[in-house]
C-alpha cells in the first residue's frame, strides 16, 4: 500500500474596491450562479444539478481569457456577514493545485464605497516554490482589477 504525499497548504489575500454600496455588492457577490453577470473573466456561468443557489451548489463556466472549464461548490454563505466560500472541484489550467477554497467578504468604506477582502487557500499536488506562490498570488489579485 502506497502512502499519498501532501505538500503544505499555502494561503494569500486579495482585495478589491468598489464604487457602489456595500448591499449591491453583496448582492452580486451573495448570486454564486451569477457571478457572470457583472465578472467579465467568467464566460457561460451556470449552476448545474437542480439550478439552486445553495450550500453544495456547483456552478460551472469558461474562462472568457482561456476557454478553460472549472467547476466551483458553493461551501459556505453568511448574510450577515456579508461572506461567501466556495471550493474549487476543477482547475485544468493550474496542474499544481489538488484543492483551492477561496473565500470574499465585503465592508462597507463609506456611502457609496465597499471593499471587498478574499483569502485563497491551495492545496498543492506537488512541491511549489516560493516564486510559483508569488506568481499565482500576483494573478489572482489581477483577477480583480
Known amino acids: ?13 486579495y482585495y478589491a474596491s468598489f464604487t457602489h454600496p456595500v448591499e449591491t455588492v453583496w448582492s452580486c457577490i ?23 443557489d445553495k450550500i ?5 463556466f469558461k474562462s472568457a481569457a482561456t476557454d478553460i472549464t472549472y467547476e466551483e461548490i458553493l461551501r459556505a454563505k453568511d448574510p450577515i456577514e456579508r461572506r461567501i466560500e466556495f471550493g474549487v472541484l476543477r482547475d485544468p489550467a493550474i496542474p499544481f493545485i489538488r484543492y483551492q477554497v477561496c473565500s ?7 456611502e457609496n464605497e465597499t471593499q471587498l ?29
Do not use: N
Request: aromatic share 12%.
Open 1 to 13: 500500500m502506497t502512502e499519498e504525499i501532501t505538500y503544505p497548504d499555502f494561503s494569500f489575500p
Open 30 to 52: 451573495e448570486d454564486f450562479g451569477g457571478w457572470g453577470k457583472w465578472f467579465p473573466h467568467l464566460a457561460g456561468m451556470k449552476l448545474i444539478g437542480d439550478g439552486i
Open 56 to 60: 453544495g451548489a456547483v456552478r460551472v
Open 104 to 110: 470574499a467578504q465585503v465592508f462597507p468604506k463609506g
Open 117 to 145: 477582502v478574499g483569502e485563497v487557500i491551495v492545496t498543492p499536488a506537488c512541491k511549489v516554490s516560493e516564486e510559483t506562490k508569488a506568481q499565482y498570488a500576483t494573478l489572482m489579485q489581477g483577477v480583480f482589477k
